[in-house]
């Protein structure tokens, strides 16, 4: 297999993460993977992907020149002669899909979002019999792709985007005399729920131990957090990107994922894989991984005074805070092990296989 691997871009964050790990995999199949970035945005995905093994094309455009991006995808399809495309995210699939129907190509579809703007989920779902197959990130964004865009079982699949790694970093338990640290991995994006985060410290009352909360991520809504922030008297610390994820959330002791949506959300369940307890809102596959009480808690979206009590819970007792990361970390190496991870991966490369194939001249 030739697969030509559309995203929309190969910006840095939660989106752009899981790329490499599929295109190791698929590569291990036997597949020559080329992926092909609609645009660049920040470009810090795109080591990663290189590193993995994986061709790099980008294209020098931008994000509304949706003719040049057709047009450019399509040119790279005919030169390239792959066998298949495979596409994420809504811009990258609607693209890859037609393209796949004018060159003969058979598409397979990963579906990442838990919230699709109203036009592209008019869109998807017109076009959404162009895609031999479609894969969900998770249980919950497998059931939304079959609800929302009427995907038959037998064109559906569900393979989650984490593949859990017993190797990585552990952080260490919280010790008396030292302050929680509280993290956050993210874009600064208004869906991501940083904003009712600082609504939620504002009310909380003071706390028996001291604690500071780290925002690690990076975008527009920068200037707007930190005027929020400074509003309310709050202090958080938005220091952009880390370099190195996984080691920085060993270094935390509670995690925190206020987002108002949400698919499977790989900064959750690294923070979980580092044996962090996680508060999040009750989305997307959120309420799925957190058992309340024992991993960490869930808390209505778009919730500030809820939030507020349940984080004031969690400092209250911060000695709780290293068995419950304990639980998740083991709960998460079992629902997400390797091994579950590539057989789900080899029942989708068998049905590749057995996709027509009926290349069309230009």
């Not at 949706?66 to 066998?83: C, E, K, N």
């Not at 990107?241 to 959750?268: I, K």
Request: aromatic share 6%; net charge positive.
């Amino acid at each position: 297999m030739r697969i030509a691997y559309v995203i929309n871009s190969i910006e840095g964050g939660g989106a752009a993460l899981p790329v490499p790990m599929i295109v190791h995999f698929l590569q291990s199949e036997g597949a020559e993977v080329i992926v092909l970035a609609l645009t660049r945005r920040d470009g810090r995905a795109g080591p990663a992907i290189e590193a993995a093994g994986a061709r790099l094309i980008v294209r020098e455009g931008g994000e509304k020149d949706h003719g040049a991006a057709g047009r450019w995808l399509d040119a790279q399809v005919r030169a390239l002669q792959p066998t298949h495309i495979w596409t994420s995210l809504t811009r990258a699939t609607l693209f890859g899909q037609i393209v796949g129907r004018m060159r003969g190509v058979p598409v397979v579809s990963w579906q990442h979002a838990a919230y699709l703007k109203p036009w592209n989920r008019r869109l998807l779902r017109l076009l959404q019999p162009l895609s031999r197959l479609w894969i969900g990130d998770s249980e919950s964004v497998t059931a939304l792709t079959r609800d929302r865009l009427g995907v038959p079982d037998d064109r559906l699949i569900c393979w989650p985007i984490f593949r859990a790694d017993p190797s990585a970093p552990v952080a260490a338990p919280w010790q008396p005399g030292e302050p929680v640290r509280v993290g956050s991995l993210g874009r600064l994006h208004p869906v991501k729920g940083y904003a009712e985060l600082i609504e939620a410290l504002a009310l909380m009352p003071p706390a028996d131990v001291p604690f500071e909360v780290t925002v690690a991520g990076e975008g527009g809504e920068r200037a707007a957090l930190e005027a929020l922030g400074g509003g309310k008297g709050v202090r958080i610390a938005l220091p952009g990107y880390v370099d190195h994820p996984r080691a920085w959330l060993a270094t935390q002791h509670l995690y925190v994922q206020p987002s108002r949506s949400e698919g499977l959300c790989v900064g959750a369940h690294e923070a979980m894989q580092a044996g962090l307890p996680v508060l999040a809102s009750a989305v997307g596959e959120l309420p799925w991984s957190i058992v309340d009480g024992v991993t960490g808690q869930t808390v209505p979206p778009r919730d500030p005074a809820a939030l507020a009590t349940a984080l004031h819970s969690l400092l209250s007792r911060p000695e709780r805070l290293a068995d419950m990361g304990r639980a998740g970390r083991e709960r998460l190496l079992e629902r997400f092990s390797a091994e579950r991870f590539e057989q789900v991966g080899r029942q989708i490369v068998v049905r590749m296989r057995a996709m027509n194939f009926n290349p069309r001249s230009p």
